[in-house]
């Protein structure tokens, strides 16, 4: 577990002064869809995949997403549940977005990003409060997948050069399980290039 504030240039600073080898993000990789800023995020991880979060974080996590659902039982579930069984599955880093136009300082998305070097950002981004969720995955990718016809898939119209290019809502267990395929095809794709 991990839990990292700051700047994206204090986090960098931070990690070239402790050693830790980042690769620095490209102007082409830069943040490409409006949801991602520059305004620091207080980051989740799960080490290893599989370690479960300690009591705080689980806390904030699931504070955040019960704060951020609504009174909508289903989707505060469903978002619960995706959010650890991919922490348990898979290493990545949870981050909580800010906003200074909140009473808690954080913004109303998680981030889902690979717990390696930072070269792309956020592999997907999940609103807890409509269930969302955007991933940094083109119409190609969701053909090779051969989820082309899934009802569940939404193509986002976006510009060309945006890489989130797909939603994928969680509006029940087979849209959960989807989603989570997709974010694992995110992050296979970051992860190899």
Do not use: W
């Not at 082409?28 to 409006?34: F, I, L, R, T, V």
């Not at 348990?88 to 136009?101: I, L, N, T």
């Not at 390696?116 to 083109?138: E, K, S």
Request: glycine share 8%; with cysteine; proline share 7%.
């Amino acid at each position: 577990m991990r839990v990292i504030e700051g700047t994206p240039q204090e986090i960098v600073e931070y990690e070239r002064l402790a050693g830790v080898v980042a690769e620095t993000t490209s102007a082409e990789d830069g943040p490409a869809s409006p949801d991602e800023g520059t305004e620091p995020a207080r980051e989740t991880a799960a080490p290893d995949g599989s370690a479960s979060l300690s009591p705080e974080d689980h806390v904030a996590l699931m504070k955040f997403i019960y704060g951020r659902a609504g009174k909508n039982d289903l989707r505060t579930f469903l978002t619960e549940r995706f959010v650890m069984r991919l922490l348990d599955e898979e290493d990545v880093v949870v981050a909580f977005g800010r906003s200074s136009k909140t009473f808690d300082g954080l913004a109303d998305y998680l981030m889902i990003r690979d717990d390696g070097p930072q070269r792309y950002g956020a592999v997907a981004y999940l609103r807890p409060g409509n269930g969302g969720m955007t991933v940094r995955l083109g119409p190609d990718d969701i053909e090779r997948l051969g989820e082309r016809d899934n009802p569940a898939v939404q193509y986002r119209n976006v510009a060309p050069s945006d890489p989130y290019k797909i939603n994928c809502p969680l509006a029940d267990e087979d849209a959960l399980d989807l989603a989570l395929e997709l974010v694992r095809a995110a992050l296979d794709i970051v992860r190899n290039e």
